[in-house]
């Protein structure tokens, strides 16, 4: 049987990121595979169940061997994901 081919998932987090639109990505995710994109650039603000989901897509995509890409993390982004503890390094997955 042929390997099911990728889907393409790019979503643009809100300034104030929330883990709901995170959320409709992970169970999406269930329906995979899929190259997901997360384009930061517009981040002004992360709170930890933020983090908590990206973390999620990020593992997920990486047991499976799926793409993950992190676009243009803020300024904001950086200091509240290092405020946390994680590095941009701890959300890449396998490139597109």
């Known amino acids: 049987m042929a ?10 987090l809100p300034a104030h990121a929330c883990a709901a639109p995170l959320s409709t990505i992970i169970a999406k995710l269930r329906d995979g595979p899929y190259k997901v994109t997360l ?8 709170e930890p169940a ?15 061997g799926d793409a993950f890409r992190l676009n243009s993390p803020s300024e904001a982004f950086l200091a509240d ?16």
């Not at 930061?40 to 992360?46: D, I, T, Y």
């Not at 989901?53 to 047991?63: F, K, W």
């Open 39 to 46: 384009d930061a650039s517009l981040v002004e603000g992360l």
């Open 81 to 96: 994901i290092a405020r946390y503890g994680v590095t941009p390094e701890q959300l890449k997955g396998p490139a597109l």
């Open 3 to 12: 390997q099911a081919r990728a889907k393409t998932l790019i979503d643009r």
């Open 50 to 64: 933020d983090l908590e989901a990206m973390l999620v897509i990020s593992q997920t995509q990486n047991a499976r």
